[in-house]
């Protein structure tokens, strides 16, 4: 989508977080995982006059059976139909594809993700500058990753390795890349946490933000209590602006269906009307308690 015809409260990843620090909340990024979900994210957003992004990653299009345009056009066709003004970001989440980047900036992605943690350092820095570039040329934000991630998941990451981020590195990465946002490994994981418990290495991600202007991304958002994400976010000298959720959500919507196992998005498409809603409610619910509860976002639209 040209961005002259974009609706002016779809903003760049980058406004949106730098009113975030500034402000001292972060914005919550949540992956709807299946197109009829989306709108029941910005209706919570909507609802709590909360600034939001809306996500999906290259697996989950992929796991899903989503493209990067159809993705797009459910994500414009809601800002209309619901009549959203508050601050919306559409991001792609965890990519290592440019193809797929190039598709979702054609989409009208805001923001994308370029992940080449698993590359040697001078790799990562290389792919993710290239990327950089690219999507600055076109208006778009790029998030990058350093350190590993680890995931209990394997849908928006194919291995369980965890790799803390250096302060050190991420400086040099930051100057060398100019990426707008940094996803950093601090010992959150993707998923839900079953036998590890989850936890913040609070002085690393302080150290980090003292070397770099960066803004600070948390992956793994599900399943970390609320109590320990607002340390994060109220960090002396800035701490994470962004925030990822999308395992809760899912949870969420399956548990309000009664279902255990995953749909693909033509399935969830086709269900019941009712049953599609009673669905919808929930996501909705859940990202509304995050808004309020977790992120500190709530009525965050009013600095914009």
Do not use: W
């Amino acid at each position: 989508m040209d961005a002259k015809l974009r609706p002016t409260n779809v903003i760049t990843l980058k406004q949106a977080l730098v009113t975030a620090e500034k402000h001292g909340y972060a914005t919550g990024s949540f992956s709807p995982r299946y197109t009829p979900m989306i709108r029941p994210v910005l209706r919570a957003a909507q609802r709590t006059n909360s600034p939001v992004i809306v996500q999906i990653s290259h697996k989950e299009l992929v796991r899903y059976e989503i493209t990067t345009r159809q993705f797009g056009e459910e994500f414009y066709e809601g800002i209309v139909s619901e009549g959203i003004t508050v601050p919306v970001v559409l991001h792609l989440d965890h990519t290592k594809e440019p193809d797929t980047i190039v598709q979702a900036i054609e989409a009208g992605f805001t923001s994308v993700m370029i992940d080449a943690s698993e590359k040697p350092l001078e790799e990562n820095i290389a792919i993710s500058r290239e990327i950089a570039e690219y999507a600055h040329a076109h208006g778009v934000s790029v998030e990058a990753e350093l350190g590993m991630i680890g995931t209990t998941d394997f849908v928006e990451t194919d291995k369980d390795e965890e790799l803390y981020t250096d302060p050190q590195e991420a400086k040099r990465f930051a100057d060398e890349t100019g990426v707008d946002a940094l996803a950093v490994s601090c010992g959150t994981a993707h998923g839900v946490y079953m036998v590890r418990e989850p936890k913040i290495d609070y002085a690393r991600l302080q150290a980090i933000r003292a070397l770099t202007p960066v803004h600070l991304v948390l992956h793994g958002g599900s399943g970390v209590p609320a109590s320990m994400m607002m340390q994060a976010v109220k960090l002396p000298g800035g701490g994470v602006s962004k925030v990822n959720i999308a395992t809760d959500l899912e949870l969420s919507l399956l548990g309000a269906l009664g279902r255990e196992e995953r749909m693909t998005d033509e399935e969830c498409r086709s269900l019941p009307a009712d049953r599609l809603e009673i669905g919808r409610s929930a996501v909705e619910g859940t990202v509304a308690g995050k808004i309020t509860g977790f992120l500190g976002s709530s009525g965050a639209a009013a600095y914009f």
